[in-house]
């Protein structure tokens, strides 16, 4: 009965979980200090009973560890040493081979400079066959080519200009069906 109602009287021991054995020993402890005060500097007392003490520099791993000891003589021999080094110095040539290859020397010579700015070279303007009128003909491009091959494109009006404004997408069936001939081309 007393150590139920020291746990509940205790305000403080509430932090514990209400584990009943930590809150026993340090329900003691608890009576002096004020909640803050506990939380500030925790429980005195429970690490140590002399306040004054100093920490220890050294820890228990730090201060029961030896280094290991040369043991003085040749674990291995001269022969097998030196067959040790060569191997793993090729084996290390090798990789670095693999992961570095040898890049060639860099070629920074354009097109014009190689094709045609040889000796020898003569540039050479074709004749015209034809007159031609770059502001009314139609270009010749890839696509103007090969308009036939193209999915999606809808019907061509005229085979001079297979790419110009349509608008056939968007006009109704009903009022297609009415008209007898496509409309001109302007």
Known sequence: MSEQAT?????????LLNNW????????LDIQETKAQ??????RGLLTMNQESKMETVSTVKAAYIPPKNPGVRL????GELLEKHIAQTISEKIRGERNP??????F???T??????????P???EATQVHDYKTEQAITFWSENYQRIQGVTAVGSLKAPFRKSALFSTPISERLDEIELPPDN
């Open 21 to 28: 054995a930590e809150e026993r020993a340090v329900a003691a």
């Open 102 to 107: 040898l890049t060639h020397k860099t070629d």
């Open 38 to 43: 506990i939380q500030k500097h925790g429980h």
């Open 113 to 122: 400079q190689k094709d045609f700015c040889v000796e020898g070279f003569v």
């Open 109 to 111: 010579c354009s097109t």
């Open 76 to 79: 291995q021999g001269i022969r």
């Open 124 to 126: 050479l303007t074709p």
């Open 7 to 15: 746990a509940v009287d205790n305000k403080v021991g509430k932090c």
